[in-house]
């Protein structure tokens, strides 16, 4: 049993390492085309749209609405730091909404 869990956590580890160093590659089109997903949105949406769809992602998954459960608290934050990210980047290429 304890193989299986220094096993199991060697194993999270590497795919943490390995996930981290393909988001760091990622550039240009690709990058721009995920944040756009990951806000719901086409690449030609306006600044108005941009804002308005962060707006509403930042209210579903706003960490204080998960005050009861630490759990899904932890997933809203990490949630919410991926809209973050998304949401600055697009900033950053286009200027601020």
């Given at each position: 049993?304890?193989?299986?869990?220094?096993?199991?956590?060697?194993?999270?580890?590497?795919?943490?390492?390995?996930?981290?160093?393909?988001?760091?590659?990622?550039t240009?089109?690709?990058?721009?085309?995920?944040?756009?997903g990951?806000?719901?949105?086409?690449?030609?949406?306006?600044?108005?749209?941009?804002?308005?769809?962060?707006?509403?992602?930042?209210?579903?998954?706003?960490?204080?609405?998960?005050?009861?459960?630490?759990?899904?608290?932890?997933?809203?934050?990490?949630?919410?730091?991926?809209?973050?990210?998304?949401?600055?980047?697009?900033?950053?290429?286009?200027?601020?909404?």
């Amino acid at each position: 049993m304890r193989n299986i869990v220094i096993g199991l956590i060697i194993f999270l580890i590497v795919y943490f390492f390995l996930s981290l160093r393909r988001v760091k590659k990622e550039t240009g089109h690709g990058k721009i085309d995920r944040c756009f997903g990951m806000l719901g949105l086409k690449r030609d949406a306006s600044q108005e749209e941009l804002a308005q769809a962060y707006r509403d992602l930042a209210n579903v998954w706003h960490p204080d609405r998960f005050a009861g459960n630490p759990r899904l608290q932890k997933k809203a934050e990490e949630k919410l730091k991926e809209i973050n990210a998304a949401y600055e980047y697009i900033k950053s290429c286009y200027g601020k909404p």
